[in-house]
């Protein structure tokens, strides 16, 4: 069979902060496959507001591909980023070379096609460790390193003038539990006034009842444009900025693409290394708390990622970014919040470096247990998946192994258990999540990547001898 000589077509039928995550893939697509046609389905509802700064790519409306509009034609490479059902049985309907992400069949049968977009599928509940951003999964089954290597974003653009008193504050999210509360910023408003910085409240629609909210705690004068502005003009307004302070939402991620210096933070279920403002030089706040460190949904009460993020803090962080040196976030210190900056890894691919001292004292700390499983099983999966070199796993397992001796001593002896079930579940799959729910944390990433790989193909032989070698592979490190 010969290669078509089709275009490449990307399902991406999700939310706006999802297709803005995208934009990278079509950036790295249309390098990859020079001359082609690239074809994205999405809603229209979320790509016509922006088409202005999409990279480009002819888009198509769900309502068009659900009527046929895609059939008939044999493309090059299908790439399914989405998780609706629909998405996935217009990807197997689809005649395609390569097909990537969810399909579903003729057989009926669902099968996540791509090492790496089953590594995605095998983080719901299960991101702790994770260390790979949305963006880049996005990608990594399809892209070669040398492709996001030689990809430079420019950084944020230095506001000058009156953007440099000029601060975006954003109210909105997804849900609730992931943004701040009212009270929060009716006191960050005064708090920026306070620091002869000018606020500006920005926030869609839906998010109206939080500025009246905000405007009922608040009896000084402010600039309120929730709910005022469409994409576009919430676009050109960034462009009039310093800083935009911003949960984990859609707009930040608009922001950060369109070069608005933004300060993400990272509140709720949401994990920054998942979905953080993922071009360079942005940067993230988050909690210490250890149910914050990858957190899928919050099962604790209080909030605890909420605790240490007082307006005045993030005023007077916020009043650093602007006026700098840069080098002053080098010096900060917050206890109880870590601060982020984003950044690019030696593959070209989105990292967060952690800023400002540790808490109490400007002395070199050791990188928690956290930290160090995270840089593990980053560079295990890099291994595994994408055939990098071994020495950054066992340089990460020795450093792990040299600050935390007992723990390296147990993982030792629980690996050979979690060979024994992986066993197990591939002579007789087990109810979902079996292998994942009965392994310790550490092991997880591992454990819920070989059970979503297991029920993936029904653990066939092949399937079976793949996961095994990767238990081979690490107990030879170990």
């Known amino acids: ?8 077509l990307v399902l991406q039928m999700q ?7 995208s934009f990278p893939l079509l950036l790295w697509l249309g390098r990859c496959y020079p001359g082609r046609q690239l074809h994205v389905v999405a809603e229209e509802g979320f790509f016509t507001p922006l088409l202005p700064v999409s990279p480009p790519a002819a888009y198509i409306s769900w309502a068009e591909a659900a009527s046929g509009a895609l059939h008939g034609q044999d493309y090059r490479l299908v790439v399914n980023l989405s998780i609706r059902e629909d998405a996935a049985r217009l990807a197997g309907q689809l005649t395609a070379d390569i097909k990537v992400g969810p399909v579903r069949g003729p057989d009926g049968a669902l099968r996540v ?30 892209v070669p390193f040398s492709a996001t290597q030689n990809t430079h974003f420019a950084p944020p653009r230095e506001p000058k003038g009156q953007e440099a008193r000029s601060v975006g504050v954003f109210v909105g999210a997804s849900e609730p539990g992931k943004r701040p509360d009212a009270a929060f910023y009716a006191g960050l408003l005064r708090e920026l006034l306070d620091r002869g910085l000018l606020p500006v409240l920005l926030g869609g629609p839906d998010d109206i009842p939080v500025a009246q909210a905000i405007r009922a705690l608040f009896d000084h004068p402010a600039l309120d444009l929730v709910g005022r502005l469409s994409l576009a003009e919430l676009v050109s307004a960034g462009s009039t900025l310093g800083l935009f302070i911003t949960p984990d939402t859609g707009p930040m991620h608009v922001a950060a693409w369109t070069g608005l210096k933004t300060l993400n933070l990272s509140v709720g279920n949401v994990n920054p290394w998942d979905t953080g403002p993922y071009q360079p030089g942005h940067l993230v706040l988050r909690a210490n708390a250890s149910c914050a460190q990858g957190c899928w949904a919050c099962s604790r009460s209080g909030v605890q990622c909420r605790q240490g993020l007082t307006p005045r803090r993030v005023a007077a962080l916020a009043a650093t970014i602007l006026r700098g040196p840069a080098e002053r976030l080098e010096r900060l210190q917050m206890p109880g919040l870590t601060l982020y900056g984003t950044q690019r890894t030696p593959e070209g691919l989105f990292g967060l470096r952690r800023l400002g001292l540790p808490e109490g004292r400007g002395v070199s700390v050791a990188p928690g247990a956290d930290e160090l499983a995270g840089v593990f099983w980053r560079a295990f999966f890099l291994w595994r998946l994408s055939g990098a070199e071994p020495g950054p796993v066992r340089a990460a397992w020795e450093a792990l192994a040299a600050a935390q001796p007992r723990l390296a001593g147990s993982l030792r002896r629980s690996l050979p258990a979690l060979g024994s079930r992986a066993a197990r579940l591939a002579a007789r799959l087990g109810q979902p999540r079996s292998l994942l729910a009965a392994t310790p944390p550490f092991w997880r990433p591992l454990a819920g990547y070989l059970e979503a790989a297991l029920e993936n193909e029904d653990a066939t032989e092949e399937s079976t001898r793949r996961c095994l070698e990767h238990l081979e592979a690490l107990a030879g490190l170990l």
């Not at 069979?1 to 490449?8: A, F, H, N």
């Not at 939310?15 to 995550?21: A, I, T």
């Open 113 to 142: 096609r791509g090492a790496w977009q089953l590594y995605r599928a095998s983080l719901v509940r299960n991101n702790r460790h994770n260390r790979f951003h949305w963006a880049d999964l996005n990608a990594l089954d399809i």
């Open 15 to 21: 939310r706006m902060g999802d297709l803005v995550l």
């Open 1 to 8: 069979m010969g290669v078509s000589s089709g275009p490449v």
